[in-house]
């Protein structure tokens, strides 16, 4: 089945990616900041689900903040859950709120017009090809057959398709089909994505591609985005706020910057060769010494003024201290931290349900 027989699909060039269309009109809506209304971009509470009896979501209630948030948790935590609730996909028992200033879950309809959802299984029509399934979606969304056709074209510059927009979707690589995913989430231009696991499967200059789309979004063009996964440096790299759900229950809500941040001044120290009588000296004043993997040292305690002490324990010690900077909470050990429900851990602990990187 084709939607669109019309040869000026065929001709239409692919463009390097802009973000002003061939008629130098924006290709996104600025939202209207510091209005209030969108500040929070999700509000819910007393959110419960269950499967058959089975509770998937507990009692949640979170507040999202416009700008990147990661929604992170192990298997089976509910993040596609409370995704799906928020879209009004699957039927909570209890739980009420808004999103984007919709009634939750009374006005879903308006929510899922102004959010873009990135599902994590594929979702297209067999037979048709890249650009018509975009369009398909801009139709679905009320624009016209020729708005349509425009804005899927523009979308799938915005994620750098070329020539292959125009061949069938079942020919598409597992990074085309991601980023195919991404524009017909984008392409009725909402000011928030939902986005699950958009960067599953894909090779390493493709993840980075599609972070910088993320990230582009949201600073150029002031979208918020809801990014569930797994990958933590995903995270790191563009989430501004952090929640994390274990076992259907909510067990952080904060910024990325204030969970980095360690309780008491912490600094890391690489040293050139064997840092031993530094950390015995460091260890003699007082302060608490972890040695990392990697040999470089956390040392707890220590105001940055003091770092002179350092530098003359260096000097006696006759070791090379080759970097010096305050040192953050690493986000492997924090997520491994609450997912196991304690306080602290060694910094050196093996991640199970996260994945540092691909
Ligand atoms: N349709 C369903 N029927 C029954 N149980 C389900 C259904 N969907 C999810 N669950 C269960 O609900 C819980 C939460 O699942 P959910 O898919 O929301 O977790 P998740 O955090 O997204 O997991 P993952 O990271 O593996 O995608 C799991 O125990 C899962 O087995």
């Known amino acids: 089945m084709r939607l669109f027989l019309d040869d000026g699909i065929k001709r239409r060039v692919a463009e390097p990616s802009r973000h002003y269309n061939r008629y130098n009109t924006r290709l996104f809506h600025q939202p209207l900041r510091g209005s209030g209304i969108i500040d929070a971009v999700v509000q819910v509470e007393g959110v419960t689900k269950l499967y058959r009896g089975v509770p998937a979501l507990r009692d949640v209630s979170l507040t999202v903040?416009?700008?990147?948030?990661?929604?992170?948790?192990?298997?089976?935590?509910?993040?596609?859950?409370?995704?799906?609730?928020?879209?009004g996909l699957v039927k909570t028992q209890s739980g009420s709120g808004q999103v984007l200033g919709h009634a939750w879950p009374g006005d879903v309809r308006r929510i899922r017009d102004s959010v873009g959802y990135l599902p994590?299984?594929?979702?297209?029509?067999?037979g048709l090809v890249g650009v018509e399934s975009v369009a398909l979606m801009a139709r679905l969304s009320g624009?016209?057959?020729?708005e349509a056709l425009r804005r899927a074209h523009e979308m799938m510059d915005f994620c750098d398709f070329g020539e292959e927009r125009y061949r069938e979707i079942q020919s598409y690589s597992t990074g085309m089909r991601q980023?195919?995913?991404?524009?017909?989430?984008?392409?009725?231009?909402?000011?928030?994505?939902?986005l699950d696991e958009p960067t599953?499967?894909?090779?390493?200059?493709?993840?980075?591609?599609?972070?910088?789309?993320?990230?582009?979004?949201?600073?150029?063009?002031?979208?918020?985005?809801?990014?569930?996964?797994?990958?933590?440096p995903d995270v790191r790299a563009v989430c501004d706020n952090v929640i994390?759900?274990?076992?259907?229950?909510?067990?952080?809500?904060?910024?990325?910057?204030?969970?980095?941040?360690?309780?008491?001044?912490?600094l890391h120290v690489t040293t050139l060769g064997d840092p031993a009588a530094l950390i015995a000296k460091a260890t003699d004043a007082g302060y608490r010494v972890l040695q990392n993997e990697d040999g470089s040292l956390r040392i707890e305690g220590i105001e940055a003024t003091d770092t002179a002490r350092l530098w003359d324990w260096a000097a006696?010690?006759?070791?090379?201290?080759?970097?010096?900077?305050?040192?953050?909470?690493?986000?492997?050990?924090?997520?491994?931290?609450?997912?196991?429900?304690?306080?602290?851990?060694p910094s050196d602990t093996p991640l199970e349900s996260f994945s540092a990187g691909q």
């Open 65 to 87: 903040a416009s700008g990147i948030t990661g929604l992170l948790g192990p298997n089976g935590s509910g993040k596609s859950t409370l995704i799906k609730a928020l879209l």
């Open 120 to 126: 994590e299984d594929d979702c297209y029509i067999t």
């Open 143 to 146: 624009l016209s057959g020729t």
């Open 179 to 194: 980023k195919l995913k991404f524009a017909q989430a984008l392409v009725h231009d909402p000011p928030l994505m939902i």
């Open 200 to 232: 599953t499967g894909l090779d390493p200059d493709q993840r980075a591609s599609m972070l910088n789309r993320i990230r582009t979004l949201a600073l150029r063009h002031g979208k918020s985005v809801i990014l569930s996964t797994h990958i933590l």
């Open 244 to 266: 994390i759900l274990v076992g259907g229950t909510v067990r952080v809500v904060d910024s990325l910057e204030t969970l980095s941040r360690p309780s008491s001044p912490t």
């Open 316 to 345: 006696e010690t006759q070791t090379s201290i080759r970097r010096m900077q305050p040192a953050l909470n690493s986000l492997d050990k924090i997520f491994m931290d609450v997912a196991k429900g304690r306080d602290s851990l």
